[in-house]
């Protein structure tokens, strides 16, 4: 019989650590990955281009960025949920997105997704901390979504034939939404179900998005019902190219054959069964399907390059297998966004198995040919009517099911909104004990109409942005901390002026002023005019610190005739612990204000300065790799190539370095023209 248990899984991992304390203002820097110039637009279908160009995020609000971890691993008990019938044995981790850490078909003992053998986060989420491996669920905009390392409601339900079902679900905050996944193995089934629905209880449409990603062995062949494909690399796209063998003649479809890292959006004719499999030289490995709401199908790769090789060797650990991913999502591409009506609700059935196809014809060169093997094993294995009955059996039965043993909790944000909206949203639950200290001060204004100010030194709190918050804050009486927040959400609605202005107001008289003059330096840095962005940045780290010793007489807060904050320290011998202890939440603020300020001072030319409020910077972050490479650009700003040299010479790893970030090269050809080092190649792209 099928049985959902807790369970612990021991990985090396690298902790979390705590969340970037200043409010994620500007677009994610992900974007980048997935934007596509105007001139290539124009060129593209009507409906690819419509859905690349509805709902782009402005900023990350109300979420905050995660970049708190670093390199160094030890071995870490993590909450698992495990589901198992006689033919699978499926991990679940509820405290990580509900990430499928492990599929293991238990008749040949494979494993059928990669199975990281680490627990290391990276910058490759949206709003910064994911890692790789398994099956991942993404939602909430194109990327993988803010909810990769975040904690996931968790319970069991019975399933459509009376069996256990682990149903995860949560509230996305990006989009506003909530969804849900319901996995389960019906008996003696070799394939895992995964019942997917996400909601708009709005009376507005929302942007959606959903890409199921699949981590797989890269040393197999990725077959996939479709002639054609748009490509997208990291400096172009997308082209539509035809599969299996591109323009240059190279079969793409087997993962080790591109040496740069690239997707391809498989074009899936309307009408054929939607399905991708990834075998190996046997012919067998995994197959993926799903019912056809359920529409892309899309083959990412890190290619074979010096830095491909270098980023799997980052996030999975030295020596391990390189993988692939095959993916599955709600539009053609994932740079694309659909719209959701308001008041209504998208839902599919996935399902995940083995798939022993015939080696010789899946393998030959007649792409048609092998692509109709590998469906008609997936025929004789998973019939795709029985796909479209369990899922409806899903529908019917158990997908308003309400859970019965509640395994994980997480966060409190759907319950604060059910409890606002009044929304009923049957089979998932919000419940006002899940609430805690992060949704207090709104469950507070949303009682008396007053949002509480947080405790001195305590900090602004997270921000709530959507428009239901951001009117009750405009009715709400005014103080520092309400103008900051009503700033906040001013901005993310699109309208920064009035932004800036409730941010200016809210200087008035405010105790601590730090993070109103971090969100006017965002906003002048947006707006180009960066060296009263630089200036801002270093009052905000000044005013953090608590220095007195230089008053910002000449700053810009003393020309609007606002309080000024204190100045910035103009020796380089003040005690750090001005800046705070590094090991508790002043560090971490101090650590993030500074970070922004020497960056925005290099930009500006302002290199003494620049020096000088680095060595303010608490001394355990001074030794963090994203500071090394800040003391690299303040040595090359000072003519000391030689000492910037010496910096790479004794190393450092720059733990939320982005995807396709070319920084460590660049500075390193300012220093020398030898060949960048192993250990610094992360670019991706030909020819950088």
Known sequence: MTTVRRAVLTLPAAPLGPDNPLPALRAPARAGAHAVDERTLAGLPRDLARGIGRAPLRSLLPVPV????????????????????????????????GRIHSLHHK??????????????????????????????????????????????????????????????????????????????????????????????????????????????????????????????????????????????????????????AADWFHDLPDGRRRWIAALDADGTGLVQTSTDALRGRKLFVWGTGRGGRRWQEWLTGPGAPGYAEIQAGLASTRLEHLELAGESESSWLEAYGPLAADPAAVHGDDWTAARADAERALDGALPRAAVDAAYTAWRERAADAEPETVLAAGSGWGALEVLRGGYELPGTPFPEST??????????????????????????????????????????????????????????AGDRAQAVRSWERGLRGAEESWPLLYCLAVADQEDGHAERAAERFAEAFADHAGSTDHPASTGYLA??????????????DHPASDASDASGDGGVVAAALGREAVAALLATGRTDRARQLWARLPEEARGRGAFRLLEVRILLAEGRPDAARAVFDEGFEVADLSEGAEVLGELWARITDEPLPDAYEFRTRPNP
């Open 107 to 260: 008749p040949t003992g494979r494993e059928l997704v990669h199975r990281n053998p680490v627990l290391q986060p990276a910058a490759f989420a949206l709003n910064g901390a994911w890692f790789a491996g398994g099956v991942e669920w993404n939602t909430g905009a194109t990327g993988h979504g803010a909810l990769s390392c975040s904690p996931l409601h968790a319970a069991t339900v019975r399933a459509p034939d009376g069996g256990p079902m682990l149903r995860l679900w949560e509230w996305e905050r990006l989009r506003d939404l909530p969804f849900q996944i319901d996995l389960w193995l019906p008996e003696d089934s070799d394939f895992l179900y995964a019942g997917v629905r996400i909601r708009n209880p709005h009376e507005r449409p929302a942007p959606v998005s959903w890409w199921s990603n699949t981590a797989v062995p890269e040393d197999r062949r990725v077959l996939v019902p479709a002639d054609a494909a748009w490509h997208h690399g990291h400096e172009r796209g997308p082209d539509r190219v035809p599969v299996p063998v591109d323009g240059d003649g190279t079969d793409r479809t087997y993962p080790l054959n591109s040496v740069h």
């Open 66 to 97: 995660r970049d708190g971890y670093g390199r160094d691993r030890a071995p870490a008990d993590l909450d698992a949920i495990v589901i198992e019938n006689d033919r699978l044995r499926v991990t679940v981790l509820p405290g990580l997105g």
């Open 559 to 572: 020309s609007t005739g606002y309080p000024a904050s204190t100045g910035y320290p103009a020796s380089t």
């Open 435 to 492: 609430l805690g200290p992060e949704q207090e001060p709104w469950r507070e204004l949303l009682r008396t109409g007053v949002l509480p100010p947080p405790a001195k030194g305590a900090g602004p709190g997270a921000p709530l942005v959507s428009a239901p918050w951001r009117d009750m804050l405009e009715t709400a009486p005014a103080d520092p901390s309400t103008e900051y927040h009503l700033g906040v959400a001013q901005w993310h």
